[in-house]
């Protein structure tokens, strides 16, 4: 088969990636080969390509926002035939440490990320547990299938805090899960959504996904009338920025991954004065059977969410891409749709 390797920037592929002819995985005892269809090109794997990734093992085989059919089962598999049009969600938590145990999965102590630690989606077959296998539902196409795992990350944030129905929203940063952000958002009945983004061309998309307004920094009136910020930039400023623009009782939530190293100014007396909460999300726990449900309702919301696909073979090209402003979502074609 072929596949997309990474060598963390270890053993000098150009540009940190190479496409290889493998061996096929086989699928070993409860396991399911997958021929990936549409895979998602996430900023996780725009860091695993730089080697800053602290999880990645290379050389891997990146990918985990995927869908596409099975080819094989291993032995005690019960639950997928092949030929079943399935889609995956990329994290294996071992169900006994005591994080599991709360049902906070994300979290897990012996957590295993698919294309991360072992190899993922960006090839012609991946083998991975039949634990963490769904069936896709006939009405989601590929390109839908691909958004589940980002959508299935925002639902989870969403979870973690109150209801956004009838509330304002102000979204920090335009990129796919800041857009996916405002069409939940839209979905779940904020009153009224904004956005803060540098890109133009973001903040066009984020007006075409459900966004009534969409700023550049600096250009929003100084009020503190927002109930939700939902932070997807990853930059410190920007969650100062937010801590501003929060009404009494508002509620930060943290989506972005900014620098570990990063430090912003935090003043306790605002926390206690508007009883603020900042609520931090990362990955998805638990959350991915019920964002394919939320997406059978989204995806025709979410038609203009991907600017473009790109073959296996145009890998480099595809990655450039998503570093790029052009970039909505980007994703990699690694099987012909049958
Ligand atoms: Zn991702
Ligand atoms: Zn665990």
């Known amino acids: 088969m072929r596949a ?32 990936p269809e549409l895979v998602g090109i996430c900023g996780t794997d725009l ?51 005591s994080m599991c145990r709360e049902g906070a999965f994300n979290l897990c102590s012996n957590l295993v990320p698919v294309g991360v630690t072992i190899d993922g989606g960006f090839a ?26 980002p959508l299935a990350c925002v639902l989870h944030a969403f979870e973690r805090a109150p209801t956004l129905q009838d509330a304002s929203v102000l979204v920090y940063g335009a990129g796919s899960i800041g857009l996916l952000a405002i069409a939940l958002a839209r979905h779940q009945g904020a009153a009224r959504i904004e956005v803060i983004e540098p890109s133009a ?10 966004a009534e307004v969409a700023f550049a920094p600096g250009e929003r009136e100084n009020r503190r009338d927002v109930r939700f910020v939902i932070e997807a930039s ?17 509620v930060l939530i943290q989506m972005g991954v900014c620098a570990p190293e990063a430090q912003i100014v ?13 609520i931090g999300s990362q990955s998805l726990s ?23 696909v790109f073959a296996l073979d145009e890998a480099r090209e595809a990655f450039a891409t998503a570093r790029s402003e052009m970039a909505r979502k980007v994703l990699i074609r690694c099987n012909p749709s049958p």
Do not use: W
């Not at 800053?52 to 059919?69: C, M, Q, T, V």
């Not at 990853?234 to 508002?250: F, I, T």
């Open 124 to 149: 012609e077959a991946v083998a991975v547990p039949e634990k963490i296998v769904h069936l896709l539902p006939q009405s989601l196409d590929a390109q839908a299938a691909a958004l589940i795992e």
């Open 286 to 308: 638990g959350a991915y059977g019920r964002a394919i449900e939320v997406m059978t309702m989204l995806a025709p919301a979410l038609q203009g969410l991907v600017s473009h």
């Open 266 to 278: 935090l003043t306790p007396f605002d926390l206690f004065d508007r009883e603020l909460s900042l």
């Open 47 to 97: 860091h695993l390509l730089d080697g800053e990734y602290p999880l990645g093992r290379f050389p891997r085989i990146a990918g985990h926002e995927f869908s596409g059919r099975v080819l094989a089962i291993g032995p005690g598999v019960t639950r997928f035939a092949i030929g079943a049009r399935v889609c995956v969600d990329p994290n294996i938590a071992c169900g006994t440490c």
């Open 201 to 210: 061309t973001r903040r066009a998309a984020a007006l075409e996904l459900g």
């Open 234 to 250: 990853g930059h410190p400023a920007a969650v100062a920025d937010a801590l501003d623009r929060l009404a009494p009782r508002g």
């Open 4 to 35: 997309l390797v990474f060598d963390g920037r270890t053993s000098g592929y150009e540009g940190g990636m190479r496409l290889e002819n493998r061996e096929s995985p086989v699928a070993g005892p409860g396991e399911v080969l997958i021929a």
